[in-house]
């Protein structure tokens, strides 16, 4: 993903050139194209939009595949370029679904995937590496993630796993997900640790933990949280708060894009929510160019107040 995300001429000549190139299944999204407003910097110079697409759910059954699949090429299209992926979702099935929306349209997006703490022994990582690119159709991954932490004496193999993957260009980065500050301090101290990219962790109005310690001390050292559940997840959807009811009115918007703006709002916090159809789509991408004002934070602070101790 490069800079030009942030430039709206470069983004809709670029978008023009795609038609001609584009797929049918993608040629109508494409049309209606917009630019990413917010982004985020990864510590190699990488930017992406601050708003992803989760896809942990995806290709399941939970909505019918091409509904899923016309998701997040809208979401695509409106700039939420980064898709979040696994290799367990489904046991590989949302990487399959994904395989179809890459199709065509592989260097627009930035494909993140994970490997889990149970397949890290020997050469396991490449492994797995290999098992997710051939579900995903692609030869490389903008990010590989671990999925869980596993005792840190197990980092130093880990890492050199990522930086081999790295070196043959099977993974652009690689990064962490579930990361304690504890677990963060230790993957620095190891060799190459400073290049982990993000830590992909849970952060929603009504799941706050995180800015004790973790937010700050990932902000210290510049390396961008990833957050999952932006919206509070499945079981704890945060979008029938009164609250969010009344900004959402006064800015003309859903609750769900005030949830994810507020979620974006530092600029050092990409938000990978997860929508099955379009329409909630559409709704969240909003939240890529909402303002959230002085006020409006403080009335979310007060109906979902921050940690404290
Ligand atoms: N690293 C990890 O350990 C980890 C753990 C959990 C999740 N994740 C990642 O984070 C992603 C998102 O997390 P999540 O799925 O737990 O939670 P989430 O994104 O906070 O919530 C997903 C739920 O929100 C609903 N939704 C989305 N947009 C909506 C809208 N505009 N209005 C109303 N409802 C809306 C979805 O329903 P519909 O399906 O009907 O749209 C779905 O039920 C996952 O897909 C996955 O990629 C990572």
């Known amino acids: 993903m490069s800079e030009h995300l942030l430039n709206r001429r470069q983004f809709a000549a670029g978008c023009a050139a795609a038609l001609g190139l584009a797929s049918p299944a993608w040629r109508a999204v494409l049309a209606a194209a917009q630019p990413a407003a917010r982004t985020v910097k990864f510590p190699d ?24 699949e016309d998701a997040l090429r809208t979401g695509v299209t409106l700039g939420m370029t980064l898709l979040d992926t696994s290799g367990n979702y489904g046991g590989g099935r949302s990487e399959e679904l994904l395989s179809h929306v890459l199709s065509g349209a592989r260097e627009r997006i930035f494909l993140v995937s994970k490997v889990e ?11 797995a590496c290999a098992a997710s690119l051939a579900r995903l159709g692609t030869d490389y991954l903008d990010l590989y993630l671990l999925h869980w932490p596993i005792p840190s004496a197990g980092f130093p193999a880990v890492v050199a796993a990522f930086e081999q993957l790295r070196a043959a260009r099977k993974i652009r980065s690689w990064g962490v997900s579930n990361f304690s500050v504890a677990q963060m301090e230790d993957l620095l101290r190891v060799p190459d640790g400073h290049r982990c990219a993000t830590n992909q962790v849970p952060y929603s109005l009504n799941n706050r933990r995180i800015e004790r310690d973790l937010l700050p001390w990932m902000r210290q050292h510049d390396i961008p949280v990833m957050a999952y559940s932006p919206l509070g997840g499945d079981k704890h959807l945060v979008i029938g708060d009164r609250t969010l009811a009344a900004l959402s009115a006064a800015h003309g918007c859903s609750p769900a894009a005030v949830a994810l703006a507020w979620v974006i709002r530092s600029g050092a916090v990409i938000a ?8 909630h789509v559409r709704e969240n991408a909003v939240a890529l160019s909402l303002a959230l004002t002085p006020a409006d934070l403080q009335a979310l602070d007060a109906a979902f107040p921050a940690p404290t101790g």
């Open 45 to 68: 110079g990488t930017v992406v939009p601050a708003l992803g697409q989760g896809c942990w759910h995806l290709g399941q059954g939970r909505h019918p595949g091409e509904v899923e």
């Open 272 to 279: 990978i929510p997860e929508a099955g159809s379009a329409a």
């Open 117 to 127: 703490g149970n397949e890290v022994a020997g050469d396991g990582v490449a492994r």
